[in-house]
């Protein structure tokens, strides 16, 4: 399989599209779990060797395909924990079968729905169609509001509607901002599929009017990042991940997220490229500190595991958009390590979350004691899951806030002072998580009695890869990282 791919250039591509719309589209069909979750984690398995194959044979720049230094970044994560997400996600709808919360019809929508995810995220990565890049989004959102809704319950419903309400704005907002772009765009590079093109457009940015673009980007930044949860546009997240199967939690963290990110960064590059155009730098600092700022208080506030961490989620879109926002080589390099490291770490604490409230019945704080006695391998994993997010070292997330907080201190005059908020984002945030975990994992246990079937391996393999990186990086990837840092300006 892995010569078919990297034999035929572009082969890897048409593969990362094919293999989880072909999956959703047979995995509707299929009302035996066992194999429906068995081709779930071949399908995702094989859509991950084709996100490797673009390492060694990438497509040629087309009208709608594009594979760069950047996005191969995004797709070779996100195509790793689609797949340690599809194995976890065996054991944890075995329990949702057997526990009578999972009918074969909702089976078929989880399973049709988690590859139709796959599919959307992979195709707004990979695309080099900035109307096709929304509407690979929109699918995604689309896909997602079914399986926040799959449990039925008067919640469940509720925040799938918050969810396709306030992604629909988000949507809306970012469809006009590409509106825009393509008007500015089509003085220069004439009529038609050009004028949507990225590759066409980042050659000949520089001769658009810049005030369109200003105008474009403002609608870009509001509806993309409302898809990435940042604040004050952020309402619909903690629900989605609360109410929702925690699988999806684990992909929407990790994954939906940064491709939203992506779509920003890509807009962002725009920006630059043209002299006469704002800076987008000061708009993705002041979000980024404010989502980071403001979650960092919100957190001490929770009481839904889920949605703790939920939380936590839009604090590290904040982070990335700081360190993007205040921009270098440094700095976007430590925007790029810490989306990596947030995937791995995030899901990771989510696989261990969705076990948890599985043994439980609950998703309530005060009723988890005890963890590490009672559950050692998942009480320890959490522990561990919850100090790496955190910022604990050696972790990875630790040398990316590192990186981050060092390169904001060096920068002349004013521009130092910023350390001081991000700092006491990242601080608030590290004290509220630290107390939160303390109950959960330490004390009394209080775990129902009874053998509780579990899947340690994705957990650990996250976990294992988080404290690799923040010990050693390769230098290979150290040195991709620095050459997508230097594309970032």
């Not at 963890?371 to 997010?389: D, E, M, Q």
Request: proline share 5%; charged share 10%.
């Amino acid at each position: 399989m892995n010569a078919l791919l990297t034999a035929v250039p572009g082969a890897g591509a048409f593969w990362l599209l094919v293999l989880p719309a072909a999956a959703a589209g047979l995995l509707a069909l299929v009302p035996a779990w066992r194999a429906a979750c068995a081709l779930n984690v071949l399908a995702s398995f094989l859509t991950f060797l084709a996100a490797l194959s673009l390492l060694a044979v990438r497509p040629g720049t087309g009208a709608y395909i594009l594979a760069d230094d950047l996005n191969i970044i995004f797709i070779v994560v996100n195509g790793f924990v689609a797949f340690t997400t599809a194995l976890y996600s065996a054991t944890y709808v075995r329990h949702e079968v057997e526990s009578g919360r999972f009918t074969p019809y909702r089976l078929r929508i989880y399973h049709a729905m988690f590859q139709t995810l796959v599919f959307s995220m992979n195709l707004g990565l990979i695309s080099n169609n900035l109307g096709v890049m929304w509407v690979a989004i929109e699918l995604a959102t689309l896909a997602t509001v079914l399986m926040v809704g799959l449990y039925r319950t008067p919640e469940a419903i509720e925040a799938a509607w918050k969810y396709f309400m306030l992604g629909s704005v988000g949507i809306a907002l970012a469809l006009f901002g590409t509106i825009l772009v393509y008007m500015a765009a089509q003085p220069v590079v004439g009529e038609g599929q050009d004028g949507m093109v990225w590759s066409v457009l980042i050659r000949h940015v520089a001769d658009f009017d810049p005030a369109l673009l200003n105008l474009a980007f403002v609608f870009l930044l509001l509806g993309y990042g409302t898809k990435a949860g940042l604040s004050p546009l952020n309402a619909w997240l903690p629900d989605a991940h609360a109410e929702g199967p925690t699988p999806i939690a684990a992909v929407l963290s990790g994954l939906l997220l940064n491709v939203a990110l992506y779509a920003l960064l890509r807009f962002k590059m725009l920006m630059d490229a043209n002299a006469g155009a704002m800076s987008p730098g000061p708009l993705f600092m002041a979000m980024g500190l404010l989502s980071l700022l403001l979650t960092g208080v919100m957190l001490y506030r929770r009481h839904d595991i889920k949605r703790l961490f939920g939380y936590s989620s839009i604090e590290h879109m904040g982070i990335m958009m700081f360190a993007f926002g205040i921009g270098g080589p440094l700095a976007n390099f430590a925007g790029l390590l810490h989306m990596v490291m947030h995937s791995l770490t995030k899901s990771a604490i989510f696989f261990s979350v969705g076990q948890i409230t599985q043994i439980y019945g609950t998703q309530k704080i005060s009723q988890i004691r005890g963890l590490t006695t009672s559950h050692p391998v998942l009480g320890w994993g959490l522990v561990a899951g919850v100090l790496a997010i955190a910022g604990m070292p050696p972790a990875g997330v630790f040398m990316s806030e590192f990186l981050l907080v060092t390169s904001t201190a060096a920068r002349p005059g004013w521009m130092a002072l910023l350390a001081l908020p991000l700092v006491a984002g990242i601080l608030l945030a590290f004290g509220a998580l630290v107390m939160k975990l303390s109950g959960m994992a330490f004390g009394a246990p209080n775990a129902p009695a009874g053998p509780f079937r579990a899947s340690w391996l994705p957990m650990v393999v996250h976990l294992v890869l988080v404290l690799l990186a923040g010990l050693y990086l390769p230098a290979t990837l150290a040195l991709w990282l620095q050459q997508v840092a230097g594309m970032l300006g």
